[in-house]
Structures are given as structure tokens and as C-alpha cells.
């Protein structure tokens, strides 16, 4: 029974992995980077990208209440609702008065959510988020930040600014409203979507990494592209919690901005 339990979890994990099946994306103005580590077989966190049109595009991180199987049909569903593959399913993307696909606000997406948690799947489980539209044209910047860690901006000037308003995680309070967080990109910047198993990692004393070690690791980093940025972070983390099985699924996400020419 167990051997048939755990053939059944490894196929389910694969199943999850092909959820975030490009870990970079070239979006010609800027590329995403990706990283998603479930701590068991399977996990509750996601992260992803889709495009809204030529000009603009969606960042997301989630992370899901509880771990295994529940929380990991609960990123299967959200994957499906952020699917930039199923611009139709997608609970981001409207139709504009002109007829052309566009998009809700982060702050609206995240009301949305929160009503679809609430009134329609009505599941014991909540979610926190990280949302980001991003302008490729002019660097324009809105995110919404739901109960999620910070967002950080690594600016190509080398300085780290966090961002976000806190806010409460999506499913957990009806009518819930979301502040939206507006920022200014520059070609060279970087912005980071990383999920509370970075931030809340712990070392063998129980003190966590926190937002400032983040930032630091970021910094003492920053030569390195982003895709090995990521393994570096992944291996700084594995240093600082004494092993890399880690007590919380990690992911993240990292934006670089190049601007148009």
C-alpha cells in the first residue's frame, strides 16, 4: 500500500512540475527566471508569467495554506486560472471596450480571487500572493501584495527597496480589499517574487533568514545571472538551515528588465 501511495506521489509531483514548465522566459524587453522546490512529494506553492499583449505582461507568486495533496490540487486549479496557454479560463484577462484582450487591475485580480475562494470553491484553504503587471514599453510597474513577503527591487545601481503594503491572504476574509503598490522600472533592474520558504527558512537555532538576509544574499549575488542566481540562492539557503530539506516548499521568481531599444 505504501510503495502504491508513493509511486502515485512521485507521478503527481512530475505532474506539478510540468505546472511551471518554463523556468525562463525571453519576453524581448525582459526575461523571467523561475524556481519552484516543493519540501515533500508535492507542494502548495507556484509561480508563473503570461502575457496580457505585446506591450504588457503578469508576474505571479502563490503560495497555498497547508502542504501535500490538498494544497497541491489547489495550485493545479490556480495554474489554470493564471494560464496565459488559456486566455479564456484566465481570471485576470477581460475583453476592453475596443474588442482587444486586456486585464483587470492586481488589485481587482486579487478581489476577484478572493470571491472565487469564498463564494464559489468554499475549501477550507487560503492563499497568499504576489502580482505584477508590468509595461514592457515604459518599465511601469503595479503589484499587489496579499499576505505574500515582500517583493524586492534590485536596482542596477545596486541598492535593494521593498516593496508591497502587506495585505491579507486571498480566501481567508470576505470582501477583502487590496492597495495596489505602483514602481517605476529602469533597464538593468531586477524584481524578485520570492515565497515564505525563503524568508521564513530557519537555521538550527530557529532564527529565520528574514527579509533583510534575503536582500543581503541577493546583493553579495547580483554579478550572477538570474538563473544562477537562483541556484546560489537555493544553495545559500541549504547552507543556512544546516541541509537542503527544507521544512517549507521554496519558489520564486526573478524579473530583469531590459527596456526597449
Known amino acids: 500500500l ?3 501511495l508513493d509511486r502515485d506521489l512521485i507521478e503527481a509531483r512530475k505532474l506539478q512540475q ?6 525562463f522566459r525571453d519576453f ?4 523571467a527566471s523561475l524556481m519552484l522546490r516543493p519540501s515533500g512529494h508535492v507542494g502548495g506553492d507556484l509561480v508563473g508569467s503570461f502575457e496580457i499583449d505585446a506591450n ?3 508576474l505571479f507568486g502563490v503560495d497555498v495554506s497547508g502542504h501535500g495533496v490538498a494544497s497541491a490540487m489547489m ?3 490556480l495554474a489554470g486560472l493564471l494560464s496565459g496557454a488559456s486566455p479564456d479560463q484566465n481570471i485576470a484577462l477581460r475583453i476592453g471596450a475596443d474588442g482587444r484582450r486586456d486585464a483587470w487591475s492586481p488589485a481587482e485580480v486579487a478581489q476577484r480571487l478572493n470571491r472565487l475562494m469564498i463564494d464559489d470553491l468554499q475549501v477550507d484553504q487560503y492563499f497568499t500572493l504576489a502580482y505584477a503587471e508590468i509595461n514592457l514599453a515604459n518599465g511601469a510597474c503595479e503589484l499587489v ?3 505574500h513577503p515582500h517583493p524586492l527591487l534590485l536596482r542596477a545601481t545596486g541598492g535593494v527597496e521593498v516593496l508591497g503594503r502587506g495585505g491579507l491572504p486571498v480566501g481567508l476574509i470576505a470582501d477583502a480589499r487590496y492597495q495596489l503598490t505602483e514602481v517605476q522600472l529602469a533597464p538593468g533592474d531586477r524584481l524578485l517574487l520570492m515565497s515564505d520558504g525563503v524568508t521564513e527558512c530557519a537555521n538550527a537555532s530557529g532564527a529565520q533568514l528574514g527579509t533583510e538576509g534575503l536582500a543581503k544574499i541577493i546583493i553579495e549575488n547580483k554579478s550572477l545571472k538570474s538563473p544562477d542566481l ?8 541549504g547552507r543556512f538551515a544546516g541541509g537542503e530539506d527544507f521544512q517549507d516548499d521554496v519558489s520564486g ?3 530583469d528588465y531590459r527596456g526597449l531599444p
Open 2 to 4: 505504501y510503495d502504491s
Open 18 to 23: 510540468t505546472l511551471v514548465r518554463d523556468r
Open 28 to 31: 524581448g524587453a525582459g526575461t
Open 56 to 58: 504588457r505582461i503578469v
Open 75 to 77: 495550485t493545479a486549479r
Open 145 to 147: 501584495q496579499a499576505g
Open 230 to 237: 537562483l541556484e546560489a540562492l537555493l544553495w545559500r539557503l
Open 253 to 255: 521568481l526573478i524579473f
